[in-house]
């Protein structure tokens, strides 16, 4: 549920929204159960190569999720341990300014979707040691930090016109020693892509590296931990991803610390107040946390929409519903949240109550106009509640 990762928001995860009754969510492309191995290729057991026909990017493909999802990381350097689990405070702050060690530069041509703005902020927080990195935007610049050293590795410099974001030159390396002057692009793209988008994407790894597999996928797990799932030392059409890159920005983090000051500063940087974090959720959803109305009430008189939506249609009455928080409900209401508003699959607020059993809730928002008959994906609200075998909230919705 959204609900705990934001009540932990110091932690910063990039967890997505918890789905509406019977969603059912769009995922990019995967990679395949594993197919048979490429000839001449001599694989440890549960290391297998993937053909080129049988996964998404057309190029053999080393699958090592036996090896990477089944490792644990330890160090005999308690600092790298501490280190590692450290960022729940960061903003990024801490890092912009910094350089690379390796002053190495090399010109790139990377373009994402964004979503009118990739907001200052955090687009990755590592939250086990198996999370080798933590990633910031700050000052039009991606800043990649090992996260058991907290040091910079990689400064990409960016560009963004409202629709896209162009990474144009990149400052340092991720370590890998290889004659390709395009590796270090290749890997920003692929940390961008399954850190911060969740999309499973090979790593790149240099050809060499590709001729002892076993070796390939300790190495991945060493530099990119569970987070890398296959790899190739091959080139392959770069499709850019459709979902947009988004960042938990500094008005969201303001708003989970229900920092007033922090909250007017971001906006009079020019975040806008609807704008979209990395989960999908805008500042008024993640303001649902707080124990009171305040920062909602901040929020709303500084512009934000009542009903504003998530990536997923979600309107922040839905989310307090979720949430089982009655007294947001009734806030958002007095403040004219529509009842009756529906997530991109037509689902409304009153499903949701009616799903989870909440009476109470219920009976506000069928006070307040909220139709027991609204439709989504052939449910109403009762259909729901007479499939949860709710008699009372059945009862309700007849009446």
């Not at 005999?76 to 903003?91: E, H, I, K, L, M």
């Not at 927080?125 to 935007?137: L, N, R, V």
Request: glycine share 8%; with cysteine.
């Amino acid at each position: 549920m959204v609900w705990g990762k934001l009540k932990a928001l110091l932690g910063m995860n990039n967890t997505h929204e918890s789905t509406p009754p019977d969603a059912a969510a769009a995922v990019p492309p995967t990679l395949p159960p594993a197919g048979k191995t490429v000839p001449d290729s001599a694989p440890e057991p549960g290391i297998v190569w993937v053909e080129a026909d049988a996964n998404p990017w057309g190029v053999p493909i080393l699958d090592m999720r036996s090896f990477t999802q089944s490792m644990m990381s330890t160090s005999a350097d308690p600092r790298c341990a501490t280190n590692a689990v450290s960022y729940g405070n960061d903003d990024g702050e801490a890092f912009a300014g910094q350089l690379p060690n390796d002053r190495e530069s090399v010109p790139a041509d990377l373009t994402f979707p964004i979503d009118g703005l990739l907001a200052d902020g955090v687009l990755f927080t590592p939250m086990q040691m198996e999370h080798k990195w933590a990633i910031f935007y700050r000052d039009n610049k991606i800043i990649c930090v090992r996260s058991w050293q907290r040091e910079v590795y990689v400064v990409a410099h960016t560009e963004q016109d409202g629709k896209f974001l162009t990474v144009r030159k990149i400052d340092g390396s991720f370590g890998q020693m290889s004659d390709d002057e395009n590796l270090t692009a290749k890997t920003l793209d692929y940390l961008l892509r399954s850190h911060v988008l969740g999309q499973d994407y090979p790593v790149p790894i240099p050809a060499e590296l590709a001729q002892n597999p076993q070796l390939a996928a300790q190495w991945c797990f060493s530099t990119f931990g569970n987070q890398a799932q296959c790899a190739t030392p091959h080139d392959f059409a770069r499709v850019p991803p459709t979902m947009p890159l988004r960042s938990h920005s500094l008005l969201h983090i303001a708003v989970a610390k229900a920092d007033m000051d922090k909250i007017n500063q971001a906006l009079g940087a020019g975040i806008p107040v609807d704008l979209l974090a990395g989960d999908g959720l805008a500042p008024l959803h993640w303001a649902l946390v707080q124990p009171d109305s305040a920062i909602m009430s901040l929020l709303l008189a500084k512009g934000a929409s009542v009903d504003v939506q998530s990536h997923q249609g979600a309107t922040p009455l839905m989310n307090a519903v979720q949430g089982d928080n009655l007294a947001a409900v009734l806030f958002l209401l007095e403040h004219g949240a529509e009842p009756n508003a529906r997530d991109f699959r037509g689902f409304t607020a009153l499903h949701r109550a009616a799903e989870m059993g909440k009476l109470d809730i219920a009976r506000v928002l069928l006070e307040r106009g909220a139709s027991p008959v609204a439709e989504a994906q052939g449910h109403t609200p009762r259909s729901l509640a007479q499939q949860r075998e709710l008699p009372e909230m059945i009862a309700l919705l007849a009446g």
